[in-house]
Nanobody, 120 residues
Framework: QVQLVESGGGLVQPGGSLRLSCAAS????????MGWYRQAPGKERELVAS???????NYADSVKGRFTISQDNVENTMWLQMNSLKPEDTAVYYC??????????????WGQGTQVTVSS
């Protein structure tokens, strides 16, 4: 089994910064991709940023230039540095990972979510 453990959420004022982390543990052969999603009240879950094992990244237009995703392939840990936060960034942020646990296709895992609230 694989577990994703998130940390780093909280309350921050507009313009502030937060850093989220997600650590994957368990029977991991390798990681195909890790990403952060978020879900605000009354809205659908949306992709915020992704990073592949090769290091390639992509971002939602709404966070480009403000958020940075990074990873440690050895420790299977991912971070999301969030700067210049806006009230509209308020949401529950979920870690997602596509992990190879055996010789077959990768398995999709989700973290439990961490609340980010941007408010004065």
């Amino acid at each position: 089994q694989v577990q994703l453990v998130e940390s780093g959420g909280g309350l921050v004022q507009p313009g502030g910064s937060l850093r989220l982390s997600c650590a994957a543990s368990g029977s991991i052969v390798s990681v195909n991709r890790m990403g952060w999603y978020r879900q605000a009240p009354g809205k659908e879950r949306e992709l915020v940023a992704s990073i592949w094992g090769s290091g390639g990244t992509n971002y939602a237009d709404s966070v480009k230039g403000r958020f940075t995703i990074s990873q440690d392939n050895v420790e299977n840990t991912m971070w999301l540095q969030m700067n210049s936060l806006k009230p509209e960034d308020t949401a529950v942020y979920y870690c997602n990972a596509e992990i190879y646990i055996h010789s077959g296709p990768y398995v999709n895992y989700w973290g439990q979510g961490t609340q980010v609230t941007v408010s004065s």
